[in-house]
């Protein structure tokens, strides 16, 4: 089992950047690929970024590609996300989730095959 918690969510205005993190519970942080998820009112939950278990590799959405960047510090159990160029369309309610088995990054990095989450922290970006 793995808890997660984010953090760094608020409100910020267009252009402008935050950091938001994830906090891991277990000792087996490293094994699980991360992703980040957001989701914005009356829409479905969307990808945003995803790293593998060492972080030598991410993947991004097309819509955030350039602007947000993952990273992840096993020794500290943490997931980040750098948001930076943010604009109104990316006010959502940010989650974090972990893939205890990578299958998520070679079927298309859906929500379904995450298996924990966060409770997820709000970003508002005003225009």
């Known amino acids: 089992q793995v808890q997660l918690v984010e953090s760094g969510g608020g409100l910020v205005q267009a252009g402008g950047s935050l950091r938001l993190s994830c906090a891991a519970s277990?000792?087996?942080?490293?094994?699980?690929?991360m992703g980040w998820f957001r989701q914005a009112p009356g829409k479905a939950r969307e990808f945003v970024v995803s790293i593998t278990q060492s972080g030598s590799n991410t993947y991004s959405a097309d819509s955030v590609k350039g602007r947000f960047t993952i990273s992840r510090d096993n020794a500290k159990n943490t997931v980040y996300l750098q948001m930076n160029s943010l604009k109104p369309e990316d006010t959502a309610v940010y989650y974090c989730?972990?893939?205890?088995?990578?299958?998520?990054?070679?079927?298309?990095?859906?929500?379904?095959?995450?298996?924990?989450w966060g409770q997820g922290t709000q970003v508002t970006v005003s225009s």
């Open positions: 277990g000792r087996t942080f490293s094994s699980y690929v």
């Open positions: 989730a972990a893939d205890h088995d990578g299958s998520s990054w070679y079927r298309g990095h859906l929500a379904l095959e995450y298996d924990y």
